[in-house]
């Protein structure tokens, strides 16, 4: 995918959610049950880095799990979203950072988790998720696990109802779509359906050893593709 086509497409979605921020985060409100399914693999004390926190609602999550023996760092671009998670991790050890992670360096230190929920379909071209999922790992400490998830959109009627035409002066990948949304403010976002075999590739760019790979969330529980990894301790 070139450049240009990039850019356009990481500006849709900022000013997707510049307008839909109040609408999305009063949507986004509860934890998603694959969340669950991480918990056995985690233990206090942790440190964490929520890429694309959003609303903080993953920090709440694992603080609410774990306990206080947690450390969290989430990194967002959004500021509306950002407020949010700083009124929803009041008192806990959270920080909080306004990032554009595709923009620039993703974050410094390692983590003993590293997570990217709700993000992955944001990332134009294929060859620009390998290289995402390649610097996530780099994040993760010895031990450490990374967690992602892949909203699998395109395989329900009720999301291919959404897609929009296609921008005719953008190129476009297998699996690049333009979707509406329809809570509140009318606005079109950028997301990409990543396929097993894709997903499959994703996990090979970390060099991590995946743990396990499972389905779950929204109304048939099977929305989202998940996978947990490790990075063995040297």
């Known amino acids: 995918m070139d450049d240009i086509t990039i850019t356009r497409l990481n500006a849709i979605n900022r000013t997707f959610y510049e307008i839909t921020a109040a609408d999305f985060d009063q949507s986004r409100t509860t934890p998603w049950p694959g969340w669950d399914a991480l918990l056995p693999h985690l233990a206090a004390p942790l440190s964490v880095l929520d890429v694309a926190?959003?609303?903080?609602r993953f920090g709440l999550f694992l603080y609410e799990h774990l306990g206080t023996n947690v450390t969290y760092r989430g990194v967002d671009s959004n500021p509306a979203l950002l407020a949010r998670a700083h009124t929803a991790l009041a008192g806990y050890d959270a920080h909080l950072e306004q990032r554009d992670v595709l923009a620039g360096p993703l974050a410094e230190g390692a983590y003993d988790l590293v997570a990217l929920f709700g993000m992955l379909h944001h990332i134009p071209g294929h060859t620009q998720r390998r290289a995402f999922m390649h610097t996530l790992a780099e994040r993760v400490a010895p031990g450490g696990l990374l967690a992602f998830a892949a909203w699998r959109f395109y395989e329900y009627e009720r999301f291919r109802q959404r897609i929009l035409p296609w921008p005719p002066d953008l190129v476009a990948e297998p699996g690049d779509y333009l979707l509406d949304w329809r809570r509140g403010a009318r606005a079109a976002r950028y997301c990409?359906?990543?396929?097993?075999?894709?997903?499959a590739a994703l996990i090979a760019a970390t060099g991590l050893?995946?743990?396990?790979?499972?389905?779950?969330?929204?109304h048939t529980g099977d929305v989202n593709q998940y996978s947990i990894l490790r990075r063995d301790s040297q």
């Open 209 to 218: 050893r995946e743990l396990v790979t499972y389905r779950a969330d929204g």
């Open 192 to 199: 990409h359906y990543v396929d097993d075999a894709e997903h």
């Open 53 to 56: 926190c959003g609303n903080g």
